[in-house]
């Protein structure tokens, strides 16, 4: 049976973001001409807006305003400050998770230290002005907005486009946080995957640019490509993965093929993702539209889309034999050049990239760590291997099946796989580990 469908949409404000707008808001010197704000941040003179100025007014000489009026946080991207303030807990707490999970945010900050100041000064601020009371009161004067943009997205359809072109289902939840604080073409996109294996993401929009409306509309041309691409990740990501074995074996020497994106597996679900979002650009939008966000993929690195489209398009051709997007990835795969001969990349090794060293059965699982993550990769990799006896999917299923407890479908994979490949040492391994007694079972 095919995991349960969890399709959720959540539209509204979050205060994490509205905060530290509220901060910015204050930090330019009215009385120095033109007030000069942090890139992409923008005043739109709204009555939202405007009730924060006079609600916070006297919180100007506050530090954490003092600090936002620094040069460098006012280089800070704003679309950048939302990646990290989505990865902090709610107010009033406030605080990440992890020291690493926003640690990527120093390179705009400087230090540590600073980013540290930044966060806690923000808390205070919070704390000190009642904030989360305001915006209780205030946000509300956005609710038409939000109703707005919210029948929009449901009746557009979206999701459904993107599970009918790739014969899969998107699961998860999708929450879009509006603010007015931000322009179009800013924003900040956060996936990451549940316990339950279930995709979680978030997109932070801002609305037009069309400042002279005095109201904002947060539906423009920007966000198509945006939610294509966004809700491809929750229905692609577990299949690239899935197909760890074989897109390691296209992996280039170079650590860094992108200054965007520095990790090859990372690399590869990018261009996944952006090859079928920039697809239904094309059928929904038109060849230009399509066109002109590809122009702009290509500008960030992503040199393989142009002939991953032009597979999509045999794929299209061939549903009946192609059931789902899954089943066609190999040729997608097929795209990616093969190292020259003393050219391919060396084998990763256990503990590389900073990750702990690991048991077999755990590191051929990987990235699926929870009981939940392996029960939809195991739902994934049943329907591709009804069609498929790829001996990487094979070799997957046996370690995600050893570590569910399912020890005799573990053996049988492992058995098709050195069918496959003779002498296959991690199907040799995995044999090893499931025919010994189960209190000894792992290696």
């Known amino acids: 049976m095919p995991p349960v469908r969890r399709e959720r949409f959540e539209f509204g404000l979050d205060p994490r973001l509205e905060l530290a707008s509220v901060v910015e808001l204050l930090s330019a010197d009215p009385k120095a001409g033109v007030p000069r704000y942090a890139t992409d941040f923008r005043r739109l003179p709204i009555k939202y807006v405007t009730e924060a100025e006079r609600w916070f007014a ?8 003092r600090l936002h009026a620094q040069p460098r946080i006012k280089g800070f991207d704003f679309g950048q400050r939302g990646q990290g303030l989505l990865r902090l807990s709610p107010l009033p707490e406030f605080k990440p998770a992890t020291e690493l999970s926003i640690d990527f945010l120093t390179q705009w900050t400087g230090d540590r230290a600073t980013l540290d100041r930044w966060v806690d000064t923000l808390r205070d601020f919070a704390r000190e002005s009642r904030f989360l009371e305001f915006f209780e009161k205030k946000s509300r004067l956005l609710d038409p907005e939000v109703t707005r943009f919210k029948k929009t997205i449901e009746s557009a359809d979206y999701i459904g486009k993107l599970e009918r072109y790739t014969g899969l289902p ?23 995957r549940l316990e ?24 423009h041309e920007e966000l198509p490509p945006r939610i294509f691409h966004e809700a491809a990740h929750g229905v692609l990501d577990v299949v690239t993965e899935l197909y760890g074995e074989d897109i390691e074996a296209k992996r280039p020497v170079q650590k860094e093929v992108t200054k965007e994106y520095r990790n090859w597996m990372h690399h590869v679900r990018e261009h996944m993702v952006r090859t079928v979002m920039i697809r239904l650009v094309e059928l929904e939008l038109g060849e230009a539209r399509a066109e002109h966000v590809l122009h702009h993929e290509e500008d960030m690195g992503l040199r393989f889309l142009r002939p991953m489209l032009k ?24 795209v990616l050049p ?22 077999w059965a755990t590191a051929t699982a990987n990235p699926f760590y929870t009981q939940g993550e392996r029960t939809r990769a195991l739902w994934y990799l049943d329907l591709m291997l009804a069609r498929s006896k790829n001996a990487g999917l094979l070799l997957k299923r046996a370690a995600i099946n050893f570590l569910l407890g399912k020890r005799e479908a573990a053996l049988k994979d492992a058995d098709a796989v050195l069918a496959a490949r003779p002498g296959d040492s991690g199907a040799l391994r995995l044999r090893g580990m499931a025919s010994a007694p189960a209190a000894g079972g792992r290696s």
């Open 338 to 359: 093969k190292p020259a001969p003393g050219e391919a990349a060396p084998a990763r090794k256990p503990g590389e990239d900073g990750y702990p060293e690991q048991d």
């Open 170 to 192: 998107f699961e998860g939840r999708y929450i879009f946080y509006l603010t007015p604080f931000i322009g179009s073409h800013a924003g900040a996109n956060v996936v990451s």
């Open 58 to 65: 006297k919180f100007r000489g506050h530090p954490a305003v």
């Open 196 to 219: 339950n294996g279930a995709a979680h993401i978030e997109s932070v929009i801002g609305p037009s640019d069309d400042v002279a409306r005095a109201t904002g509309t947060y539906y």
């Open 311 to 334: 597979r999509l398009r045999d794929y299209e051709k061939a549903r009946a034999r192609y059931r789902t997007l899954a089943d066609f990835y190999p040729r997608l795969i097929d």
